[in-house]
């Protein structure tokens, strides 16, 4: 089945770790996206890449970093410069195509705790 | 970043009532989105709209997209339990090279048996 998949589901990360939340989709979309969300925050934009081998920072990219290697993957290190990183983080991936439908379609989310 | 206008922000309703909910912006969009978050898992989109005035339903659910092209609503009729959750909209503004997507921050939704 087609879809988008985030794993883990659950991290816990020491203060002071770099950890790294995997974002996978085999729908073929060329845009994928992270988003941080905190309650009563809505959804805030982290990184977001295009194309493959490029990438371009959101709102709060600051603690963040991301690579695209691939066009199926799309990996969020937090790093340990990120103060706050107990959060739920979303990724999700949609088509670039203008002829096609561009909604898009979330994973199922991570949750990360720092401890 | 920019972020959408949404309203109400929490709402409490009887099993079968109506609900209504809205997205307002002060920028033009070109796409509205309208997703249903469960707890602990990730958005699930419930309708798109393309054009403005365009009204389409799922279901119980209908969602317009505004002719001004700056606002949209979401109603969802008669209610049942499993319609809790938090209500997102979301556009994609109008202009070259825009692909993001800029999210409401979420309409919380609590249905009484």
């Known amino acids: 089945d087609g879809g988008i998949t985030q794993s883990p589901k659950y991290l816990f990360r020491k203060e002071g770790q770099n950890v790294t939340l995997s974002c996978e989709q085999n729908l073929n979309h060329d845009a994928m996206y992270w988003y941080r969300q905190d309650p009563g925050q809505g959804l805030r934009l982290i990184y977001y890449?295009?194309?493959?081998?490029?990438?371009q920072k959101g709102d709060i990219a600051e603690g963040y970093s991301v690579s695209r290697e691939k066009k199926e993957s799309f990996p969020l290190t937090v790093t340990s410069a990120q103060k706050n990183p107990t959060a739920f983080y979303l990724c999700?991936?949609?088509?670039?195509?203008?002829?096609?439908?561009?909604?898009?379609?979330f994973g199922q989310g991570t949750r990360l705790t720092v401890v | 970043g920019q972020q959408l206008n949404q309203s109400p922000q929490s709402m409490f309703i009887q099993e079968g009532e109506d609900v209504s909910m809205n997205c307002t912006s002060s920028s033009i969009f070109n796409t509205w989105l309208w997703y249903k978050q469960d707890p602990g898992e990730g958005p699930v989109l419930l309708i798109a709209?393309?054009?403005?005035?365009e009204l389409t339903s799922n279901g119980r659910l209908t969602a317009q997209f505004g002719i001004t092209r700056k606002d949209s609503f979401l109603n969802i009729s008669a209610s049942i339990p499993s319609d809790v959750g938090i209500y997102f909209c979301?556009?994609?503004?109008?202009?070259?090279?825009?692909?993001?997507?800029?999210f409401g921050k979420g309409t919380k939704l609590s249905v009484i048996p």
């Open positions: 890449s295009q194309i493959v081998n490029d990438f």
């Open positions: 999700a991936s949609r088509h670039m195509n203008r002829a096609l439908n561009t909604e898009a379609f």
């Open positions: 709209l393309y054009k403005a005035g």
């Open positions: 979301a556009g994609q503004r109008a202009g070259a090279g825009s692909y993001q997507l800029t």
